[in-house]
């Protein structure tokens, strides 16, 4: 259980003048319960009022590992059979003496479950946001959370080396990502943080891809995106590499993207801004003449989710600071021809940022 920032949010509570909040997201609630829980279409809440004790409510079937976890307050469990929000109504009216003003996690609730969630309460307020604030709680990561990330990051390049051999002729690649998974299910590893991509071809130039029953093609690059969930983390990289000798044209464009990836990664270091970091990698990209083919951000938030706040783009002028975490992932997308990404996520340093995944980044042939 997180408890200093459990009392982080009952002060900034206080300050709006808020009475309680409904914390619904799943990774919001384990980074402050320790409880890690996917709920699928069950509900699960944390109520956090400002002056008294919070609770969990959890499904009857989870009940019981909420119990067991760092949580040391009351945990309410629900069947199936009843209904949630009329038990949730039930306990906050006999629980708290004021609910006037209730905040709750906008960037999680669905429409359907706010207006069921209000509905009980036609007298109180709901106009306060707190996914921001959860998000500025979660944005600078403790040494411990690091920690952590750097494991999970390990556990990303098993994977690249796991996937990397299983390239050979014949083989498709929705057979690799089956390799890399199988092989890290024995080791240890029970989930990917994502859906793993593995690309072959001309597929890699579709940034969001799926994998299939496509074969990898000679002297074509095939496109690895990838990452392991450990202990409640995320880890997320990826590499394209060569199956067996590449053009001229495509080893051009690896160094183009080789080159905006470096150039990002090291001009990193607290006091720069969000924006500036995109724009030094974008312009790498766009000054040799590719810049329409860089279609996405450069970076994401990383940490109990594998995309959280803050983005890396254009706009953006958050400053950086130490503990922050984020990938670099430029990338160049010529469709029916050639795609290549390369990523790495990072934390920021005292004076520039490190990486969680250490595989190689040097065009590699197999």
Not at 72 to 97: H, Q, T
Not at 148 to 176: N, R
Request: glycine share 8%.
């Amino acid at each position: 259980m997180n408890q200093e920032k459990i009392s982080e949010l009952k002060k900034w509570m206080s300050q709006k003048g808020l009475d309680l909040i409904y914390l619904t997201s799943p990774s919001t609630i384990s980074y402050l319960t320790g409880f890690v829980s996917d709920p699928h279409e069950r509900v699960l809440g944390l109520f956090l009022p400002v002056q008294a004790d919070p609770f969990l409510f959890a499904p009857a079937l989870d009940a019981q590992g909420a119990k067991d976890s760092s949580w040391s307050y009351d945990v309410v469990g629900y069947l199936d059979s009843e209904d949630p929000w009329e038990k949730i109504a039930k306990e906050i009216k006999s629980r708290y003496s004021k609910f006037t003003n209730i905040g709750v996690e906008k960037g999680s609730f669905t429409v359907d479950r706010f207006e069921k969630f209000t509905s009980y309460f036609p007298g109180s307020d709901f106009s306060v946001n707190v996914t921001p604030t959860i998000e500025q709680l979660q944005l600078r990561k403790t040494p411990h959370e690091i920690q952590l990330m750097k494991e999970a990051g390990h556990w990303a390049d098993v994977a690249f080396e796991i996937g990397f051999s299983a390239i050979k002729e014949g083989v498709s690649e929705a057979e690799i990502v089956a390799e890399i998974e199988y092989q890290l299910k024995r080791r240890g590893v029970s989930q990917m943080s994502f859906d793993t991509e593995v690309l072959a071809g001309a597929k890699a130039a579709n940034p969001h891809g799926s994998p299939s029953s496509d074969l990898v093609q000679k002297n074509k690059f095939v496109l690895f995106d990838l990452g392991c969930l450990w202990k409640g983390y995320c880890s997320d990289a990826t590499r394209t590499i060569s199956f067996g000798e590449p053009t001229d044209f495509d080893r051009k464009i690896y160094s183009i993207v080789l080159d905006a990836q470096l150039t990002a990664q090291k001009a990193v270091k607290p006091g720069m801004k969000a924006s500036e970091i995109d724009k030094i990698a974008r312009d790498v990209i766009a000054n040799a003449g590719y810049g329409e083919y860089f279609t996405h951000r450069l970076g994401h938030g990383i940490g109990m989710s594998v995309h959280e706040f803050p983005s890396l783009v254009a706009g953006n002028d958050l400053v950086l600071e130490e503990g922050m975490c984020f990938s670099i992932e430029p990338g160049i997308y010529i469709p029916n021809q050639v795609g290549v990404r390369i990523e790495d996520c990072y934390h920021v340093t005292k004076d520039g940022c490190e990486a969680f995944t250490k595989t190689p980044k040097e065009l590699k042939i197999v």
